[in-house]
């Protein structure tokens, strides 16, 4: 069974930094390509960012480019989001999500874990 | 990134049939994408529906029942989701998603009300 647990999320001051971190199990997890999408409170989806299989092709959402850098690591079966610089649209539930192939942009997102909330105020 | 736009709210009686839209801007033609469909509960993360570019190439999720299903309307530059046969559980909010531009867009997301 596909298992996907988001951590490193909490309360952070605008202008601060925050990592997040998703633990994946249940699949060979450098087969896939892996996303980050946000949810703001009573908002709609958006995603963030991915990384394909191997870190080789990597896209972000115009709003957090410059500030957001998406990683993995391969041999922890682990994904990470570094998020710099953070501000307080940045708030909202983020969600670690599986994709469908190895490449970012064939297929969808088919798993996802439960989330982590970042909250940005003063 | 293109903005994918579907009505805030939509709602049909059990039993009825809910056709839910989302319109691509005109500067992309839907008959070139791949159309992805989300549905979400309270408190739930997403759970993949189906996805659809043809009646020759689509896909559906896991489990999920063939009363859901895509199609895409070229004349509006909309893809479709059906839900026939309406049951109280169907009562969500509901995602389109495509790639585009290296990136993934979402849709702003419909919500559904089995009245």
């Known amino acids: 069974e596909v298992q996907l647990v988001e951590s490193g999320g909490g309360w952070v001051q605008p202008g601060r930094s925050l990592r997040l971190s998703c633990a994946a199990s249940?699949?060979?997890?450098?087969?896939?390509?892996m996303h980050w999408v946000r949810q703001a409170p009573g908002k709609g989806l958006e995603w963030v960012s991915g990384i394909n299989w191997n870190s080789g092709t990597i896209a972000y959402v115009d709003s957090v480019k410059g500030r957001f850098t998406i990683s993995r690591d391969n041999a922890k079966n682990s994904l990470y989001l570094q998020m710099n610089s953070l501000r307080a649209e940045d708030m909202a539930l983020y969600y670690c999500?599986?994709?469908?192939?190895?490449?970012?942009?064939?297929?969808?997102?088919?798993?996802w874990g439960k989330g982590t909330t970042v909250t940005v105020s003063s | 990134q293109p903005v994918l736009t579907q009505p805030p709210s939509s709602s049909a009686s059990p039993g009825e049939s809910a056709r839910l839209t989302c319109t691509l801007p005109s500067d992309i033609n839907v008959g070139r994408y791949n159309i992805y469909w989300y549905q979400q509960k309270p408190g739930s993360p997403p759970r993949y529906l189906l996805s659809y570019y043809s009646d020759s190439d689509k896909g559906q999720g896991s489990g999920v029942p063939s009363r859901f299903s895509g199609s895409k309307d070229a004349s509006a530059n909309s893809g479709i989701l059906l839900i026939s046969g309406l049951q109280s559980e169907d009562e969500a909010d509901y995602y389109c998603l495509i790639w585009s531009t290296n990136a993934w867009v979402f849709g702003g997301g419909t919500k559904l009300t089995v009245l």
């Open positions: 999500a599986k994709g469908y192939s190895s490449s970012l942009g064939y297929g969808y997102m088919d798993a």
């Open positions: 249940g699949f060979t997890f450098d087969d896939y390509a």
